[in-house]
């Protein structure tokens, strides 16, 4: 073979090598050596606990059957809910997270509730969360059920004092969007506290879910988590009660973060994710008085296409209370740029025990633009004004809640993960916008990357195996016709030298 030859063979493996090296040190590669089970429990499996529960995921299973025996809730997907007097038909009560209570209500998707202030004909998809539904919520099978192709939900207390318990089991439950058979499933709840789920068959569909299975206190901080992969089949978890753990709220933002908030005219020809509306003073007036904006913690004289902004100046930490002092500029033009010296220096008093606040509504703004997190729970437990008659978390740790002033305005204001107002819309009784502001720009300390970072993330820096398998091979038909070239010429030049 000719020198040429073993260089170019010695070429192409060298460069696949290298390449194939480069793709193991990746930190996104996994080594081929690694068990698919180990894989597989990896990516599938996932459980976290907080305070209250002591979760075993490998409990003796046991099943209860009761779909003969039992009674059925005759639930369906228009009703939804079904509520046990648990005092009254099993003579017992149930204690929840060192609450006593003689009711649950039992939704059609997999889940249900002591406290019914959320909406049982809905799934949701955080375990933990903020949301009225995660408060003192059973989730066996959390996810879009459909009863009314087929199934039923039972339930039957059994046993002796003080050995009671009560079975809720959902018979032959279908999926909701394929109407495919899940199975059955049941909840255990025992008269001295402790709680079973049992899965007797669970399929793996054709219609992938991910079922969401735990409990939740509601405060973010006393939780279990668990999911898992299908099938789920004669699988037992219990939950034993340990003890509660203390929510400790905390600030989301910090000193020098910038915020810029921005007054438009709605845009009725494109849709954007953030209605973007006009200001009607007017319509404020008539509620809040001329001076409205000062209650709101805005300064004065807003109109369309303007934008303020704030600056983190200050955070005291105090015993009981953060004081939050910040920058704010007048409104100006979309278009301009602030200037170097704000206008106002105002500050923010935020209690870290909402509990412990006194009166109603004596938070210094009327929608606070800041707000400790987490702020749907900071809100809920201060309890300052019936204004806000509804919180609703959003998947990721945004906030909704809508807003009813004397019945003259009403709306929604959300606010983000870190406590940030993100969006504010008020309308009167005709449907007209009189109050609308929108974000501009998201907390400054975490809107981008550090100093030299490029903004690609590693992961789209990774080049994938089926690429890497691609150029290799290119490189090896290169390297073939170009032997086969060099044979060819050679050939010729032989036959032309014997000539």
């Known amino acids: 073979m000719k020198k040429s030859t073993i260089f170019l063979a010695v070429l192409v493996l060298v460069l696949a090598q290298a390449i194939l090296s480069l793709y193991s040190n990746s930190p996104f590669h996994i080594s081929q050596d690694t068990d698919k089970n180990e894989l597989d429990k990896t990516l599938k499996l996932s459980t976290e606990s907080g305070g209250g ?3 075993d995921t490998n409990a003796a299973y046991s099943w209860i059957e009761i779909n003969e025996t039992g009674i059925p809730m005759g639930l369906d997907d228009i009703s939804d809910y079904g509520s046990i007097k648990i005092l009254e038909d099993g003579g017992w009560n149930f204690t929840f997270y060192e609450t006593n209570y003689s009711k ?21 998809r955080e375990i933990p969360g903020q949301r009225l539904e995660n408060i003192d919520c059973i989730c066996p099978f959390l996810e879009g059920l459909n009863l009314s192709e087929g199934g039923d939900v039972y ?17 032959q439950v279908c999926e909701y969007y394929s109407d495919e058979l899940v199975g059955n499933f049941q909840v255990i709840l025992c008269e001295n506290g402790t709680i079973k789920f049992q899965y007797k068959n669970v399929n ?67 849709k954007l994710s953030w209605i973007i509306d006009e200001v009607n003073h007017t319509a404020m007036e008539k509620v809040f008085g001329s001076n409205w904006e000062q209650s709101f913690g805005l300064p004065p004289e807003m109109n369309a296409y303007k934008k303020t902004k704030i600056n983190v100046s200050l955070i005291k930490d105090n015993t009981t209370h953060w004081e939050i002092k910040y920058d704010m500029w007048d409104w100006i033009s979309e278009s301009s740029n602030f200037g170097s010296v704000p206008d106002y220096d105002p500050i923010l008093i935020f209690r870290k025990e909402p509990l412990n606040y006194s009166q109603q509504h004596n938070l210094t703004n009327i929608i606070p633009l800041l707000i400790p997190k987490y702020c749907a729970l900071y809100l809920r437990d201060a309890n300052l004004t019936d204004h806000y008659k ?8 945004d906030l909704r809640m809508d807003i009813d002033f ?13 406590g940030v107002l993100c969006h504010v819309n008020l309308k009167d009784n005709f449907g007209y916008t009189a109050f609308d502001m929108v974000i501009d720009f998201s907390i400054g300390s975490s809107s981008g990357g550090s100093d030299g970072d490029d903004g690609i993330d590693e992961e789209d820096r990774a080049i994938p195996l089926h690429i890497l398998l691609i150029i290799i091979g290119v490189i090896g038909i290169i390297t073939i016709v170009i ?16 000539q």
Request: glycine share 8%.
């Open 53 to 55: 529960y002591i979760m």
């Open 104 to 124: 649950i209500y039992v939704s059609t998707n997999g889940w249900m509730s002591f406290t019914n202030l959320g909406d049982t004909d809905f799934w949701f």
């Open 406 to 418: 004397f019945g003259k305005l009403e709306g929604t204001m959300y606010y983000n993960e870190h």
């Open 155 to 171: 339930y039957n207390f059994s046993g002796t004092a003080p050995n009671r318990y009560l079975v809720i089991e959902y018979y």
């Open 390 to 397: 509804k919180l609703s978390v959003y998947e990721g740790g």
């Open 204 to 270: 793996d569909l054709l219609y992938k879910i991910g079922p969401h299975i735990g409990l939740d206190h509601g405060d973010m901080t006393n939780y279990n988590s668990y999911e898992a992969s299908l099938p789920l089949n004669e699988k037992a978890i219990t939950f034993e009660f340990d003890k509660l753990w203390k929510l400790n709220y905390t600030l989301g933002f910090n000193e020098g973060d910038q915020f810029t908030w921005q007054i438009n005219e709605v845009n009725y020809t494109v």
């Open 483 to 498: 032997i086969k070239r060099r044979k060819k010429i050679s050939k010729q030049s032989m036959e032309i030298s014997s």
